[in-house]
């Protein structure tokens, strides 16, 4: 009986005292004294019950248990929490998360250089990790786009170094460059950041074929002609080349001339192309290089034709107008006028650019076409006197003025 006292005699002091671990001394102030080093001399910590958001979750807490400290370890979240019975409805607090390794990023990615076929563009960026892990292997990427919205982006095939030299291809499209950061440690591979679009990309500077003038005479159906000006420095063989017309807007070209194997326009020449060798010879006073009999031919558009040309290969030279658009009532549109290229145009484009061009028509276009330089004045082909006697009208056949 008296061992039996002496049990329960201890147990109250227990319930009574504080507790210690490693340490036969608790201080007075707390329930529980846990010193860091233990009799071996080991320094060790105090682990929390780890849980997971599911295992939390499954805790029985009541207003009683307000205080209740946890550790949660969720996927990338590793926070302290306390449960806060207070609350309405109550809720476990983060009394402090662990921070998450982020992924670098690339900020202020750009690229320098001259926009013009040919040339090297360089891209930039900076490069940043919140852990300060040093950056390893970035990958680069350069794209084109249809405008400086990136409609239709497209990823240059083997473009992935942090230079690039502009292509034929990219030739007025607009180019971006691209960075995904890539750091040695932590979360490795950033988000990928584009660069701002530029452009749009002009051709090399050395200067090529282009369409420099076309005519619709108010007086004369029969001397309306296309002409084709040689912008380089050297003489160009454009044997095989194809001239199209897409008559009014047609989605496929309903008239088409291959220009004869072998012919070579010299530099600064200019070539016609009419469709009446008579009729043109008598009102401008010499013979154009080519010519048909056809008045609504390939080279006699009523002003609401696209017309291209393409090189031996296929591959569009120059373009006036919109395939698939009928010019009526836009920026193209030249009826019994005359469509003649702007100065300083040196090569030709691919996709139509009205700017280059001074448009004069029987027609007023609205302001909200946005026409660079058409007028609603229509344009007469006088007649010659004399073969080779200068013309005074308001066309310049074999003669690019700009």
């Known amino acids: 009986m008296k061992k039996i006292l002496l049990l329960l005699f201890f147990a109250v002091q227990i319930l009574f005292a504080q507790v210690g671990i490693n340490t036969t001394n608790p201080s007075n102030a707390s329930v529980l004294d846990i010193e860091a080093i233990n009799s071996g001399g080991e320094v060790g910590g105090l682990i929390l019950p780890r849980v997971s958001l599911s295992e939390r979750n499954l805790i029985p807490v009541t207003v009683e248990d307000d205080g209740l400290m946890i550790y949660l370890i969720d996927g990338t979240t590793r926070c302290l929490q306390l449960y806060d019975a207070s609350a309405t409805p109550a809720v476990w607090r983060n009394v402090y998360c662990m921070p998450i390794n982020q992924a670098p990023e690339a900020l202020d990615v750009t690229f320098q250089g001259t926009l013009q076929v040919g040339n090297t563009l360089e891209g930039s960026y900076t490069y940043t990790d919140n852990e300060n892990n040093p950056e390893g292997i970035s990958q680069y990427q350069w794209y084109r786009a249809d405008d400086f919205l990136g409609t239709n982006l ?3 095939p083997g473009a992935t170094s942090i230079t690039y030299t502009l292509q034929a291809a990219d030739l007025d499209r607009y180019i971006s460059f691209s960075v995904i950061p890539v750091a040695t440690a932590g979360t490795t591979t950033g988000d990928e950041s584009f660069s701002p679009y530029q452009g749009p990309i002009a051709a090399d500077g050395s200067g090529g ?13 029969n001397a309306r002609f296309l002409e084709l000006t040689n912008r380089s420095t050297t003489a160009i063989n454009i044997g095989n080349w194809v001239i199209r017309k897409y008559v009014n807007g047609s989605v496929t070209n309903t008239q088409s001339f291959t220009i004869p194997d072998g012919t070579v326009i010299n530099e600064g020449q200019s070539f016609v192309f009419s469709n009446n060798e008579a009729e043109f010879l008598a009102v401008y006073g010499f013979a154009p290089n080519f010519s048909n009999t056809n ?12 017309i291209e040309i393409l090189n031996s290969l296929g591959e569009r030279i120059d373009i006036y107008g919109v395939v698939g658009t009928n010019p009526t009532g836009t920026c193209a549109e030249f009826e019994d006028g005359r469509a003649l290229r702007a100065a300083g145009i040196i090569n030709g484009v691919t996709t139509w650019n009205e700017g280059q061009w001074i448009v004069r028509a029987d027609s007023t276009i609205p302001a909200s076409q946005g026409c660079t330089n058409h007028a609603n004045d229509p344009q007469n082909a006088p007649a010659a006197t004399a073969p080779g006697d200068p013309i005074t009208g308001d066309f310049t056949p074999g003669t690019h003025p700009n």
């Open 295 to 306: 008045v609504n031919g390939v080279f006699g558009s009523n002003g609401n034709d696209p």
């Open 209 to 221: 074929v282009i369409i420099s003038e076309i005519a619709d005479p108010n007086n004369n159906s």
């Open 154 to 156: 497209t990823a240059i």
